[in-house]
């Protein structure tokens, strides 16, 4: 558990505990992509201090949140215990709040393979996917490139660039549908605020190769609502 208490005796401040020390949601965010290594998780979260990450790895580790195991050719890493694997939906849904405020980037913001991987599980419509063909897309903003593969509603993602995958996993073969090269506008896409072929005319987004109107299809398939910004 981490050392600082409230002093309640409430379910939210024993997840706050648990969770809402500074980094903590972050390493959880990354490690519900899959398991990652102390260097892996570093590499991630760039900013984050050494001595700040093997506190917060620790601390997890006590509340039952995360365990560190051995994987063949890997070593030991770190994975989300079934405990902390309940976190899931709770991320997703506060990056769907969170998107609401997100703005433009600021200067010095990143984008990694596992940010964009949970953000595009967080934006993924999976009723809508339901109804369309089944779709391979990459997508690469910035240094990052992913793949993503929807069928028959569901979603699958992997990781491209940079590297391989940081653990384990096999890319899957075949070629993709369509490849998007993208800026941070593609987060207007997602939100509605700019349909796709305003944002392949206005250079916000290229298609790299496959047909341009199967970016309606991938805009239709990630959604999120920016709703009613606060004031």
């Known amino acids: 558990m981490a050392t600082r208490?409230?002093?309640?005796?409430?379910?939210?401040?024993?997840?706050?505990?648990?969770v809402a020390e500074r980094w903590a949601l972050l390493i959880i965010r990354d490690l519900l992509v899959g398991p990652r290594r102390y260097t892996d998780l570093?590499?991630?979260?760039?900013?984050?201090?050494?001595?700040?990450?093997?506190t917060r790895l620790k601390e997890l580790q006590d509340g039952g949140v995360v365990r560190r195991v051995p994987i063949p050719r890997c070593g030991l890493v770190y994975e989300l215990t079934p405990y902390g694997?309940?976190?899931?939906?709770?991320?997703?849904?506060?990056?769907?709040?969170?998107?609401?405020?997100m703005g433009d980037p600021a200067e010095g913001d990143v984008v990694t393979a596992d940010s964009l991987t949970?953000?595009?599980?967080?934006?993924?419509?999976?009723?809508?996917?339901?109804?369309?063909?089944?779709?391979?897309?990459?997508?690469?903003?910035?240094?990052v490139t992913l793949g993503a593969r929807v069928a028959e509603g569901t979603l699958e993602?992997?990781?491209?660039a940079p590297a391989a995958p940081p653990v384990g996993g096999v890319l899957p073969e075949g070629e993709p549908d369509i490849r998007i090269a993208a800026g941070?506008?593609?987060?207007?896409?997602?939100?509605?605020?700019l349909a796709p072929f305003d944002a392949?005319?206005?250079?916000?987004?290229?298609?790299?190769?496959?047909?341009?109107?199967?970016?309606?299809?991938?805009?239709?398939?990630?959604?999120i609502d920016p709703g009613a910004r606060a004031a």
């Not at 899931?88 to 506060?94: C, D, G």
């Not at 392949?200 to 959604?223: C, W």
Request: with cysteine; proline share 7%; aromatic share 8%.
């Open 5 to 18: 208490s409230y002093g309640q005796y409430c379910g939210v401040t024993t997840a706050v505990e648990l």
């Open 42 to 54: 570093k590499q991630g979260l760039p900013r984050i201090p050494t001595n700040i990450l093997s």
């Open 85 to 101: 694997r309940e976190l899931e939906p709770i991320v997703l849904a506060l990056g769907r709040w969170g998107f609401q405020r």
């Open 118 to 143: 949970m953000a595009l599980r967080t934006a993924f419509q999976p009723v809508a996917a339901a109804d369309m063909p089944s779709t391979t897309y990459e997508l690469g903003v910035g240094p």
């Open 157 to 160: 993602v992997w990781q491209i």
């Open 184 to 193: 941070p506008a593609i987060r207007r896409v997602i939100s509605g605020e």
């Open 200 to 223: 392949i005319e206005q250079g916000h987004v290229v298609v790299v190769d496959g047909d341009p109107v199967l970016l309606e299809r991938f805009a239709a398939t990630f959604h």
